[in-house]
């Protein structure tokens, strides 16, 4: 059973930087995609930055430039690098994999993903 964990989540001021991790577990997939998504009270989850498993990635145009998906296939572990951090960067973030297609146009959709991790708050003080 594939189980993902994050961490990292924290406070920031604003233009600051944080790392989020996604350990994954059981995750020995070849062909994949991963993703970060984030989620504010009453909204829509939001799809923020993907990973596909032939390495391309896509963003969020709210973020390009600032975050970076990553992924460490030694310790199967997702990373989200986020630089300039913005107020409105506060909400809970979460990692999602689905662990038998690739990302192609839909990897920033929620209902591609079949596993979620528990969420990890990020807050952004300005």
């Known amino acids: 059973q594939v189980q993902l964990v994050e961490s990292g989540g924290g406070s920031v001021q604003a233009r600051g930087s944080l790392r989020l991790s996604c350990a994954a577990t059981e995750f020995t997939y070849s062909t994949w995609c991963m993703a970060w998504f984030r989620q504010a009270p009453g909204k829509e989850r939001e799809g923020v930055a993907a990973?596909?498993?032939?390495?391309?990635?896509s963003y969020v145009d709210s973020v390009k430039g600032r975050f970076t998906i990553s992924k460490d296939s030694a310790k199967n572990t997702l990373y989200l690098q986020m630089h300039s951090l913005k107020p409105e960067d506060t909400v809970i973030y979460y990692c999602a994999a689905d662990p038998t297609h690739r990302c192609w146009a839909h990897g920033m959709i929620a209902v591609q993903h079949k596993y979620w991790g528990q969420g990890t708050q990020v807050t952004v003080s300005s």
């Open positions: 990973l596909d498993s032939d390495g391309s990635t």
